[in-house]
Every structure is written in structure tokens, then in C-alpha cells.
């Protein structure tokens, strides 16, 4: 069994000028200079979380809410939440949020209770979430972007007793009505949320603001009662493929983790302000953002929408000194033209994924940043979560729970098993699937749906009747319990008996002159064995692509079966909600030219130039007329 091509041949970084390195991995004069004198600093704070957690066990009468409530007697004084003009005191946050917990408690709804929660970033949002919580109904936070299939799957998949729509949604909400099939006593429970009073309550349902009004402002009964195992939210994740699936987060979900991002990673201060740009249906924004600013009061300060152009001006209004990040976020600041100031704002540390290591230490010196604060996980319970908490360049950080990086054998689509059926672990600098251990069976959830959680589970790994979850993510050991994010396994494809991971190839290609932005993956020729590399190109201006400088470029930093044979333009990228570009219909398009308006350019077997890609070399292509 050849164990060795489960590594990822790109294993080398590439820094801004295209000069390819080694594998990245820590030495130990780095370890003993930095990591070693930084778990010095460390170890206290991660006793003290496991203390508060030991002292805090799932069936214990403590919640979200009760932590806002304390926050409102510790630091009444303090800024909670920040949203353009909007400014709240804790003490007012949760007086808000009491008005709201105090009426849908008029309203008869009670702990196990569900409510759907279709609205865009802003003030009411939390409100209502965490009123909800209170009261120890689950929140369904519906992407705001879905539309028709997805929402009307979404909403499905959660029904709620109740349904809070915002004024920005109702229009969209309204088209997948009449298929949700909801019940009569759903039918009165449609509410309304104004937004910028552009129309007026909508006939068939209640306007939410206008009712909590006159509501007590008082601490609810009910928020003594809720315990840490109580779900507190649903949150919608896709995965690679499919449609949404409603991941649980419990109360304890947010709470260890208001432990782990606010003390360990970030080490938030009551004086601290957390710019989140992120939307507050995903998990980055509640389980990230929310979940540090618990820890000690610190403040949120919410954007509607996340602007390049912008963020830095929002910044130094809220004065922040800290925000949440996903890589896209770092590259669009990083691409947007430099500015004099540009170093000259209040932010002293970010935390986040996605960070690449090509613009890494280029990005940290224009926007004077401190700490960057890398990490990597899932919204899912049970999945491994890695924290840069030693402020490592270039790294995601450790991990605190069971994990292993496996072999994985990309043509097969499986990790590699002995003949005994075990699993091998990868050596320091090589690359494979990150698998988090179950340790606790007994207590193991992720979905609601049973089904899917039982697919992303692996048993007998390396003894018997052992479970892990399987991330579908590519990482590589750097040592000293530090990994590096390589590449989603959807993403990843082989070519020429090799693997090729989409994350460097980008990270290589990105850093030509030429290219503002791009999307690579594998597309499949006919008559040819796995998958060639194509990349979609948005370009930095109108000026007229060097093809041949391109191609000496990417033929000098990337070996040659990562060299992309067709060249896609294209004029705008599809993104997901945390900003992502979407690759699936890219994929599927491939370099079909009877599909695509697109100017297309191919690389042809023993060809040393890209050439158009015309209907006569589309159709010897597809004829299998050229040996790629």
C-alpha cells in the first residue's frame, strides 16, 4: 500500500512575490522562543475554563440569558451592542431583551418551543434571540439569503411555533409561504419586524416592535430554569453538498466557547468592542463573536452588511479594537487601494479562518494588527476546533480535544486502512483528513436529523469500536500540536497520479499582478483519467491579459501538474454568506463553451502558450483528440 499519496505534493507556502518555500512546519527553536513561554501564560486560563466547565455540567441552571443578566448588575455602565446610530448600556441590552422574553412569554410559548428567526443583521436580532432563550426556545436562524427550495427546506426542516420575519425578508418570505403548510395556529403566530418603515404591517400578521412596547423590562422568571444542555439555536450548514442541515447548538455550546474565544484565544476585556461583519445566522457570528464578548462584558458592534470600502471608517466610528474575520473578508481589505492611514485604526487583534499565508504578514503590517488570531473549526459540536492562542504566524493553532490527521487516498475518496482496517496518522509536515474523536458516544449529536449526523462518523479508526467525526477537511501537521487548514476534500482534486490542492494553487495565482481574484478546481476531460485544473480569473482592471507572463509565472511556483489548463474571465463571482465564492456551478460548468458567454483559454498538450478556446478545439477536446 503506497501510504504516500495521501500527502498533498503543494506542502510548500508561497510568499506575495511567488517564491515557493519548503512545508511549513515549527522548529523548535520557535517552540522553545514563543509557544513554550506563551503556555506559561496560558495554563491558568485554561484551568480556570475547565474549572468553570467542571463547575458548570449540562444539567446545571445556567444559561446565555443569565450571563446577560449579570452583565447588566456588573458592568451596567458598559456598551453591550452597537449598531449604526444605535447605541445600548448592558443594563439596557437586557432590558430590550426583556421586553421581548416578557411578552412571548404573554404569548403562552415555553421551554422545547421553536421559532423561526428570518431577519438581517441589526439591534433586534439579539434581542430576540437571546429573549427567546430566556424562555428556552430554540431559535432557527434562516440564512437570509435562501430563496424558494433552500428556504422552503429550511423552514421545513425547523417549523417553528412562530415566525418572525423582518420588513427587508417579508417579500421573500411571502413567495414560499403558501408551501410551508403551516397550521392554523402557525397562521396567528406570523410576526412582523419593521426595518426602515417603508411599509406598513403587512394584513395576516403582528407587528413585533409595536407589541413590546409597553412590556416589562424586568427579568423574566423563566431564566432561572434553563440549564446548559438546553439548544439555544438552530444554525443552517450545508456542508460540501446538498441542501442546509440545521446543526443544534446548546446553551453549554456557547458558553464553553464564550470560555475558549474570549479568555484563551482573544483574551477579551470588559473594554473590548468586536466589529462583526459576519451575518448572525452563522455560527462565526454567535459562536465566535457572541460567544467572546460574553466572557467579560465586552461590546458588539453589529454591521448590517460587510463593505470593503467601508469597514476601516465603521471601524474607528465604533472605535473597535477587535473583529471577526473569514479569509475573504482579509482579502477584500487587502485589495481595496492602500490609503495613507490605512495603519491608522483601533484594531489591535482579529480572530478568524481563512487567512492565507500568502498575504498573511503583508496584511498584519498594512492594517497594523497585533494578533491574528486563526482558527479552525465547524459549527458542529463534537467537531475538532483549533485556536492560534500563541499568536503563531501563519498557523491555526492547537487543539484541546482528541483529534488525529489521517492518510487519506483521494482516488478511492477514503482514508487509508492497514490490513488490520486501522487508520495511519500523517508525520509532522504532511497532509490528511482531520478526524475529531468521540469521546462520550452516549452524548454524541450534531444534526437534528439523525441520518446525516450518522454520515460524517468513522468507527474502528485505530481500535476497536473507536468513533470519530469526519471533518472533510485537509490539514497539515506542523508540529508541536500546530496544523495548517489545507483544503476542503470536495475541493481537492488528482491529477496525473497527483494530488492538487484548489487552497495553493489560488494562493500561488492570486499573488500575480494581473489578478485581483480567483476560483480554481478540477474539471473533468473526456477520455482522460481524473481532474484538470481551470481557474476563473477576476481581473484587477481592463488591461489586456499577458497570457505568456501568466503562464512562465505559474509554471515557476507551482509544479507542473498543478498548472490550470483552461483559463476562465468572468466579470462577477457568486458568494456565499460568509462570503465565499461559490464553486459548485462553476464546476459544473466547467470550460463547456456552449454554456458560457465567458471568454475561455486552454493549455493543449505540448503547447507553450494559452490559446482561445474555439468551437473547432471544444470539439477535438470532447472527441478526446487531444492526449492531455
Known amino acids: ?114 421559532a423561526v428567526v428570518f431577519v438581517e443583521n441589526r439591534s433586534q436580532y439579539m434581542f430576540i434571540i437571546v429573549a427567546l432563550g ?61 426595518d426602515k418603515g417603508e411599509m406598513s404591517t403587512p394584513e395576516g400578521y403582528i407587528n413585533l416592535k409595536e407589541k413590546i412596547k409597553d412590556s416589562s423590562t424586568k427579568n423574566p422568571p423563566t431564566t432561572s430554569e434553563i440549564i446548559m444542555d438546553d439548544p439555544f439555536v438552530y444554525i443552517f450548514t450545508s456542508g460540501t453538498t446538498g441542501l442546509p442541515k440545521a446543526a443544534i447548538l446548546k446553551q453549554r455550546s456557547i458558553l464553553t466557547a464564550m470560555n475558549w474565544w474570549g479568555a484563551m484565544v482573544v483574551g477579551m476585556k470588559p473594554e473590548d468592542i468586536i466589529y462583526v461583519t459576519t451575518p448572525l445566522f452563522h455560527s462565526h457570528g454567535i459562536k465566535v463573536a457572541f460567544a467572546a464578548a460574553l466572557y467579560r462584558g465586552s461590546a458588539m458592534a453589529i454591521a448590517r452588511k460587510f463593505s470593503a470600502s467601508k469597514f476601516w471608517d465603521e471601524a474607528r466610528k465604533f472605535n473597535a479594537n477587535c473583529f471577526n474575520y473569514v479569509g475573504e473578508i482579509c482579502r477584500y481589505l487587502y485589495n481595496q487601494p492602500p490609503k495613507p492611514n490605512d495603519g491608522d485604526n483601533p484594531i489591535e487583534k482579529i480572530v478568524g479562518n481563512g487567512l492565507r499565508p500568502d498575504i498573511w504578514m503583508d496584511f498584519k503590517k498594512r492594517f497594523n494588527i497585533q494578533e491574528i488570531r486563526e482558527f479552525y473549526g465547524a459549527t458542529e459540536d463534537f467537531v475538532p476546533n483549533f485556536a492560534n492562542i500563541h499568536n503563531i504566524d501563519k498557523s491555526c493553532g492547537v487543539c484541546m480535544t482528541p483529534y488525529a490527521i489521517v492518510r487519506y487516498d483521494l482516488e478511492k475518496d477514503e482514508p487509508f486502512r492497514t490490513e488490520k482496517g486501522r487508520m495511519k496518522k500523517v508525520k509532522k509536515g504532511e497532509v490528511g483528513l482531520c478526524l475529531g474523536q468521540i469521546v462520550e458516544p452516549e452524548k454524541f449529536y450534531m444534526y437534528k436529523d439523525k441520518e446525516a449526523t450518522e454520515k460524517k462518523v468513522f468507527r474502528d479508526v485505530f481500535r476497536k469500536e473507536d468513533m470519530y467525526i469526519n471533518t ?56 482522460t483519467e481524473g481532474r484538470a485544473g481551470m481557474v476563473s480569473i477576476h481581473k484587477r482592471n481592463n488591461d489586456e491579459f499577458d497570457f505568456n507572463e501568466f503562464l512562465t ?67 477535438r477536446i470532447s472527441q478526446g483528440k487531444y492526449r492531455f
Open 472 to 527: 472533510g477537511d485537509l490539514l497539515r501537521d506542523i508540529g508541536y500540536g500546530h496544523v495548517q487548514f489545507v483544503d476542503r476534500l470536495g475541493d481537492t482534486f488528482r491529477w496525473k497520479g497527483e494530488n492538487v490542492s484548489t487552497e495553493e494553487v489560488e494562493s500561488v495565482i492570486n499573488t500575480f499582478h494581473q489578478i485581483d481574484m480567483c476560483s480554481v478546481y478540477g474539471v473533468i476531460i473526456p477520455h
Open 134 to 194: 430566556k424562555l428556552g426556545v430554540v431559535s432557527s436562524l434562516i440564512n437570509t439569503n435562501l430563496r424558494q427550495i433552500p428556504l422552503i427546506h429550511s423552514m421545513k426542516h425547523t417549523p417553528g411555533k412562530l415566525y418572525i420575519i423582518g420588513e427587508e425578508l417579508f417579500q421573500a418570505f411571502e413567495e414560499v409561504k403558501s408551501k410551508l403548510e403551516l397550521s392554523n395556529e402557525q397562521k396567528k403566530m406570523l410576526f412582523f419586524l419593521p
Open 1 to 114: 500500500m503506497n501510504d504516500q499519496k495521501s500527502e498533498i505534493p503543494l506542502s510548500g507556502e508561497t510568499t506575495q512575490n511567488g517564491e515557493e518555500t519548503k512545508p511549513y512546519v515549527i522548529s523548535k527553536e520557535k517552540y522553545k522562543a514563543k509557544i513554550q513561554p506563551s503556555w506559561d501564560e496560558k495554563t491558568p486560563l485554561i484551568l480556570q475554563g475547565a474549572a468553570w466547565i467542571e463547575a458548570h455540567p449540562p444539567e446545571s441552571k445556567y444559561s446565555i440569558g443569565l450571563r446577560i443578566e449579570e452583565h447588566a448588575v456588573e458592568y451596567p455602565d458598559n456598551w453591550a451592542l452597537l449598531y449604526e446610530d444605535e447605541k445600548y448600556t448592558h443594563k439596557e441590552f437586557n432590558e430590550y431583551i426583556n421586553r421581548y422574553a416578557n411578552y412571548f412569554i404573554e404569548l403562552g410559548l415555553k421551554r422545547g418551543d421553536e
Open 553 to 619: 509565472f505559474v509554471q515557476k511556483y507551482l509544479p507542473h501538474y498543478a498548472v490550470p489548463k483552461f483559463i476562465r474571465f468572468i466579470t462577477e463571482f457568486s458568494f456565499t454568506a460568509t462570503h465565499k465564492i461559490q464553486k459548485v456551478k462553476l464546476k459544473k460548468e466547467g470550460f463547456n463553451i456552449n454554456e458560457l458567454d465567458d471568454p475561455l483559454s486552454v493549455l493543449l498538450p505540448e503547447s507553450s502558450e494559452f490559446v482561445p478556446l474555439t468551437n473547432e478545439i471544444y470539439e
